[in-house]
């Protein structure tokens, strides 16, 4: 535990002047304020389609999910995968993790855990700078009532739903690009991924949940048809999509660890 | 409890078809600068990978400080630093984080990074990227990263590597100071026997994946036979003279002879009779080929 406990630290300390890291805290600062900023700007034209607070707060919510989750988030996933390993491909560091006196299982696990747990901020950041953002605009403009309503365990659901529906493409990603450490191939084929996933969720296939890459739009879209249907907090949350993304992440973590227990250093 | 460091017995490694390292039994005593020389892709950095359990042992064939790397990796790797080929470092981190970074994963204190940084002369450029560094700078800071766990046992490959020449004489310097000082056992590996001489105690001479001379520093001083050189106005005919006396000639070119140095009777005894006969011989010294010479003899005959 220790081993993986430090691991995590040293994983944090050295990551946190990359990219991937500030991205998960800027994509929804940036993202979320622009949209606020949208709700100021065009405040008039809002507030004369007289939206009951919590339309107001699905209108509002809805452009950093549909963003996020089609697009943003698979795409982050994939470069996040990429630049965890990368980072060590690049300074041709493994020799040096794997001669450290630490179990290979911390080393890998760590890092794996540090995807995700950059994920879950950055998904939580989301949800959170939304509520702010929301309560911010009333302040500057009083006439919208987002407090009327409150959309924190609406939106707890939805983000959730979809961290857990980028874990399958997470795992993926994170085997490739162990394998490779080139950026053109994990990089590639993620792209291509999420292009095709997004296809197959949005022409219904019926297939579509095998895919991990399709699993964030399949996430966003059913559980969008759900919240017509009547209550918008009754939907589920673990779906075939999700179940299959759960699958995939824990037999490709485990996947992944073969591959680095033989990882050899040539 | 073994009295080696690292003792590997008849350690055999194979990338795909190709033998890599073959037979190899290294005895590296504790507290020694062990030399582990040999001409590049000779199967250095392969020995080393392997004793750091970065490339593993077919069989369990390599202990260090007595235990068995396959079975012992963690409580080896304790004792252990290294600085394996070109040294590994973060190029978006400065000198200092990298350093602290490795007191991190080894649940060290961080104050450690200073004094390492000032081990090395690095303090100046503590707080710039490592990308900006020179070559020469990355190394030192590669050292200082395998020495910042003080471990018990150094695997340095091909350490002065980029080094100028004062940086290479620090290097020296630190190794003597650390074996003498402080009790520490390194290997360190060269492709230049000149390098090594001056500091290790003992050395292991490596071609082909095959270990061709392993001892001390006198051992290998004692394989080199001294030479008697003559010059004198006919060479050839005084090789002949010699030759029809029952001495070995080993060469001779118009006026220089060689024959195997004996003892200083002998070569008074030889300078007579050239005299006698008529030859003029205007000098005679003992020639010993320097240690660099004699390493590549060892490792052509391979």
């Keep these: ?266 | 409890m073994s009295s080696y460091a690292i003792e590997t017995v008849d350690l055999n490694f194979k990338f795909g078809n190709q033998v890599v390292v073959k037979d190899l039994s290294l005895q590296v005593p504790k507290g020694s600068i062990y030399g582990f020389l040999g001409p590049n892709g000779a199967g250095k950095t392969t020995t080393i990978k392997i004793l750091l359990n970065l490339l593993k042992s077919p069989t369990d064939s390599v202990f260090v400080f007595g235990k068995e790397i396959n079975h012992n990796r963690i409580a080896i790797l304790k004792k252990v630093g290294a600085l394996v080929e070109q040294p590994a470092i973060y190029g978006h981190l400065t000198g200092k984080e990298n350093l602290i970074n490795r007191c991190i994963l080894l649940g060290i204190s961080k104050t450690k990074a200073n004094e390492m940084l000032q081990l090395v002369d690095l303090t100046a450029a503590a707080n710039k990227k490592t990308k900006e560094y020179s070559l020469g700078m990355k190394q030192r800071l590669g050292i200082a990263l395998a020495l910042i766990s003080d471990p018990e046992l150094l695997l340095l490959d091909e350490p002065t590597n980029g080094l100028d020449p004062n940086g290479i004489i620090e290097i020296r310097n630190l190794m003597v100071e650390l074996a003498t000082k402080y009790q520490k056992t390194i290997l360190v590996s060269s492709h230049l026997l000149a390098e090594i001489e001056r500091v290790a105690t003992h050395v292991g001479i490596i071609n082909k994946g095959s270990l061709l001379f392993q001892g001390t520093i006198s051992a290998l001083q004692q394989l080199n036979k001294p030479i008697l050189e003559i010059v004198v106005n006919d060479g050839p005919g005084a090789a002949a003279f010699l030759r029809g006396n029952g001495f070995e000639v080993l060469a001779n070119d118009e006026s220089v002879v060689s024959v195997p140095f004996t003892s200083p009777g002998d070569s008074g005894k030889i300078n007579t009779i050239l005299i006698q006969q008529g030859f003029i011989v205007t000098a005679l010294y003992q020639q010993k080929k320097d240690l660099e010479d004699l390493f590549l003899e060892i490792t052509k005959n391979n």
């Design chain 1, 1 to 266: 535990m220790r081993s993986l406990y430090i691991s995590m630290v040293s994983e944090f300390y050295k990551s946190r002047k990359t990219l991937a890291f500030w991205a998960a805290i800027l994509l929804p600062a940036i993202i979320c304020s622009l949209i606020a900023f949208g709700f100021y700007h065009d405040a008039e034209k809002i507030l004369k389609l007289n939206y009951p607070p919590m339309a107001l707060w699905g209108r509002y919510s809805g452009n950093a999910l549909g963003v996020m989750g089609m697009l943003i988030l698979p795409f982050y996933v994939i470069f996040m995968a990429f630049s965890i390993n990368n980072i060590e491909h690049k300074n041709d560091t493994w020799k040096t993790l794997f001669a450290q006196p630490l179990n290979r299982f911390s080393i890998y696990a760590a890092k794996y855990l540090y995807a995700v747990l950059t994920i879950f901020i950055c998904l939580f950041l989301f949800a959170a700078l939304t509520v702010a953002f929301g309560h911010l605009l009333e302040f500057l403009i009083p006439r919208y009532h987002f407090s009327a309503y409150n959309p924190v365990p609406i939106l707890c659901k939805y983000y959730a739903k979809i961290f857990l529906s980028s874990l399958g493409i997470l795992s993926l990603q994170f085997v490739f690009s162990l394998l490779w450490s080139d950026f053109l191939k994990p990089m590639g084929i993620g792209f291509v991924g999420v292009i095709m996933g997004i296809i197959t969720a949005n022409v219904g296939w019926k297939y579509a949940y095998f895919i991990p890459y399709s699993h964030p739009t399949l996430a966003l879209r059913i559980t969008s048809t759900a919240k017509k249907a009547g209550n918008p907090l009754d939907f589920p949350v673990f779906t075939s999509e999700i179940i299959s993304s759960l699958i995939y992440a824990t037999l490709l973590f485990i996947i992944g660890y073969i591959i680095v227990s033989k990882k050899s250093i040539k």
